[in-house]
């Protein structure tokens, strides 16, 4: 199973950016998937998850701001962020928990990172 994130880049205070995260593998069911953010010298943190049944859990620096959704077909996730603030700026993990096959347990998966940077 792979996590493959997209959508990272340079942008100005007050900004948007689409994330994407897409799994693919041997993939009988997902779980609850969605973004951590890591930035300079900080733990990694709760950015925005959302489960299979469609709830969603936000950061609260986030909340209002980022929103969270999934295609389940295409096992895809996506963040939207809007009005992007410099303390946005981190690296953004994708993480799935993913049941590989019907008879396997669920394994927590993460991406490899893409960078978001929030400056003038």
């Known amino acids: 199973v792979q996590l493959q994130a997209s959508g990272g880049g340079l942008v100005q205070p007050g900004g948007s950016l689409r994330l994407s995260c897409a799994a693919s593998?041997?993939?009988?069911?997902?779980?609850?998937i969605g973004w951590y953010r890591q930035a300079p010298g900080k733990q990694r943190e709760l950015v925005a998850v959302?489960?299979?049944?469609?709830?969603?859990n936000y950061g609260d620096s986030v909340k209002g701001r980022f929103t969270i959704s999934r295609d389940n077909a295409k096992n895809t996730v996506y963040l939207q962020m809007n009005s992007l603030k410099p303390e946005d700026t981190a690296v953004y993990y994708c993480?799935?928990?993913?049941?590989?096959?019907?008879?396997?347990?669920?394994?927590?998966?993460w991406g490899q990172g893409t960078e978001v940077t929030v400056s003038s």
């Open positions: 993480n799935a928990d993913i049941r590989p096959t019907m008879t396997s347990k669920v394994y927590r998966y």
């Open positions: 593998g041997s993939i009988f069911s997902i779980n609850v």
């Open positions: 959302i489960a299979s049944g469609g709830s969603t």
